[in-house]
């Protein structure tokens, strides 16, 4: 059996991220894998936003919102020796955007981090379930731990 | 970051498993892991037959599955070099089963086969899901391509 050839970690910046960055750089030098990384701004909010009367035209809050994302990730690649055409910013549903570039970048590791039932979980457990179920490659779950 | 310690190989010998199996060997391989395995006998099928009549102490084909699942299971554990008292027999939820072992051996990796959206995965695909929601420990889920 081969080594994961390259793995895409998908960070979403929360609390604890660190733990699945630290996780991702063992496995990939462990490997010798190629690691690309991915960030989605979910576009959710703004689409709460426009339904609750902003005028969809007013996109200052996004552009902070994607300025402050596409700093952590630069900071994070640099960190991780991740090229900037391997760093991958998009705007969508997490899980859609992770699994469409997870299959455009031909990767064979999805690596994410996996809230609980508690808490957080709510609103952020489904991106985990989402990529697992709609990858076309293995998907590693690091385990966080939940604020109770 | 500590190499995984502790892996938990849920193995459900169905098409493909062969696939996960070579996986966890890699992983525990790479990572000079300990490795347990665990496959779990669903006993949904046996409360289906008493439901459709047939008496609850008829249990020769329970019986049956339980014998073969133990050849099979002690196959893979020596193949596997995985001692008698690390190789887990269950009966009962899949996921229910797979994370209670795993948390009474302390595992940090559970490694298990996943269905995708198709054929089987309407069947099967809850084990995986369910084993990442409930887990304590980081999941690894290995893809199975389904049969279209």
């Known amino acids: 059996m081969e080594n994961y050839q390259h793995v895409l ?3 979403d910046f929360f609390e604890q991220s660190q733990l699945v960055i630290e996780r991702a750089k063992h496995i990939a030098t462990t490997y010798q894998s190629q690691l690309s990384l991915i960030h989605v701004v979910d576009n959710l ?3 709460d936003l426009v339904y609750a009367g902003f005028p969809p035209d007013n996109l200052e809050l996004m552009t902070v919102l994607m300025d402050n994302a ?4 630069a900071n994070l690649a640099k960190e991780l020796n991740v090229m900037e055409q391997n760093s991958y910013l998009e705007i969508g549903s997490p899980k859609t955007e992770i699994v469409r570039i997870a299959n455009t970048i031909n990767a064979d590791l999805i690596i994410v981090g996996s809230h609980g039932r508690h808490g957080l979980a709510l609103l952020l457990g489904s991106t985990s379930n989402g990529v697992l179920h709609h990858a076309n490659c293995d998907v590693l779950a690091v385990r966080l731990q939940d604020e109770d």
Do not use: D, H, S, V
């Open 70 to 73: 596409k700093t952590k990730l």
């Open 9 to 11: 970690l998908a960070i």
């Open 45 to 47: 909010p703004f689409a």
